[in-house]
């Protein structure tokens, strides 16, 4: 059954008119043109906006992407572009100041983005993006250029839920993120943008019930930086937060921690997973009021598993992790068949509502097992050669947490 889903969204700083959730890496310099465009008024000097954007925001890629993204570029002179205030429409603030900077001897096509300063026209955003270029409504703070620059990569806003556990169907608080500077912080973007964004490259999965270290999100680091469990119905992507929530005033909103965000499930392929805004930061994980675990708190996800943290170590956050899900898989629905003197093997997902479905063994007259993701089962599956006679085929479904379903079996006959 599809189910709905309401984001709540609060007075929003940023208009991201750019599809939201597909960054692609980003690695070295970017060459970022910045157009002073007025229709008189010069609210900044030149200088305040260079600091602005090619010191402080600039400062804050290189740390963040750990020092494989920077920016370079040019600021013009303010340039008269408009005979009045502008209409705050994006395209047409571009339209009026692409073609000042070209009579200025600028030439706008030769840079990786743009991004517009104009002076405060009333508009209902501080900032605004469309693909790659920015518009700022009279704004030059650190904060607002990384986030608009952030969704010129292809970022959507980091968003927050109440819910901890059933994806689909939860309410988003859009901005709801107060670590984030793609939320409503300051602070570095999370761990699934990093990875999205070629930042991240370790990437810690739950192979078995123990103990796991997870390294500082804000640092480089050659361990994991993120660890990601999923189960039939859900995605947790787990970073350690080294440093607390600062609003754009300085003020703290939460403390360093553990943190959560949550997905759907990559199992549930296609539907209303393909609705939901992914990796929402968990304001809630241990009902104690706070987005952020620390050392004693649990989070449990009944049936699926259980996550407690521990004292950290000197190389970042440690929590014990175990499997809770004691319930086999249904047996998959499958069909055999014999083609060019091979055997081919189709099936279902299996039915699993726990851990969710790992992998499959298939074999063919008692022989090993050969396994296939999960993934994979869409497509139809070659099994060997088979000789002439009665063969018998058995797939079983394992989950993550070990589990097996009982065989389903088939008999085929070739001649």
């Known amino acids: 059954m599809r189910r709905g889903l309401l984001l709540v969204a609060l007075l929003g700083s940023s208009l991201a008119l750019t599809p939201n959730g597909y960054a692609q890496p980003v690695t070295g310099p970017q060459n970022v043109l910045v157009v002073l465009a007025t229709w008189g008024p010069q609210p900044f000097t030149r200088a305040d906006v260079q600091n602005a954007v090619f010191e402080q925001t600039d400062a804050f890629y290189r740390s963040e992407s750990y020092g494989t993204v920077w920016l370079t570029g040019t600021v013009t002179p303010w340039l008269q572009a408009f005979t009045g205030p502008v209409s705050c429409s994006v395209p047409a603030i571009r339209t009026g100041a692409d073609a000042a900077a070209r009579r200025a001897g600028f030439d706008v096509s030769s840079y990786d983005r743009v991004i517009y300063v104009h002076p405060n026209a009333g508009c209902p955003w501080s900032g605004a993006t469309f693909a790659r270029t920015v518009a700022l409504n009279g704004v030059i703070s650190r904060r607002v250029i990384a986030h608009e620059l952030g969704h010129t990569f292809g970022l959507p806003h980091a968003n927050a839920t109440d819910c901890r556990r059933h994806a689909v169907g939860c309410d988003a608080l859009e901005y709801g993120d107060p670590y984030d500077t793609m939320g409503s912080g300051v602070g570095d973007f999370g761990a699934k943008a990093k990875v999205d ?95 952020e675990l620390r050392p004693g708190d649990r989070f449990v996800y009944p049936g699926a598993f259980r996550l407690t943290v521990l004292k950290p170590s000197s190389a970042g956050a440690r929590f ?39 992998h499959y063994d298939v074999t063919v007259d008692g022989g090993a097992a050969v396994r296939f993701g999960a993934d994979l089962t869409q497509e139809p599956i070659v099994v060997g050669r088979a000789l002439p006679g009665q063969h018998t085929v058995r797939v079983v479904a394992v989950d993550r947490a070990g589990n097996r379903s009982r065989p389903a079996v088939r008999r085929i006959e070739t001649q």
Request: without cysteine; proline residues 9%.
């Open 197 to 291: 964004l070629g930042w991240i490259r370790r990437i810690g999965r739950p192979a078995a019930k123990g103990v796991y270290t997870l390294a500082p999100l804000e640092t480089h680091s050659t361990r994991p930086q993120v660890f990601v469990v999923t189960t039939a119905s859900d995605q947790y992507w787990i970073e350690d937060r080294s440093k607390p929530a600062l609003n754009e005033a300085g003020a703290q909103v939460a403390d360093a921690g553990v943190v959560l965000h949550l997905s759907a499930s990559p199992d549930l392929r296609g539907g209303p997973a393909s609705d939901f805004p992914r990796n929402l930061l968990v304001r809630n994980p241990a009902k104690r009021g706070r987005p």
């Open 320 to 358: 014990r992790f175990a499997w809770t899900d004691t319930v086999p898989p249904k047996a998959p629905r499958f069909s055999a068949s014999i083609v060019d003197g091979r055997v081919r093997v189709t099936w279902e997902d299996a039915v699993e509502t726990g851990s969710g479905v790992a």
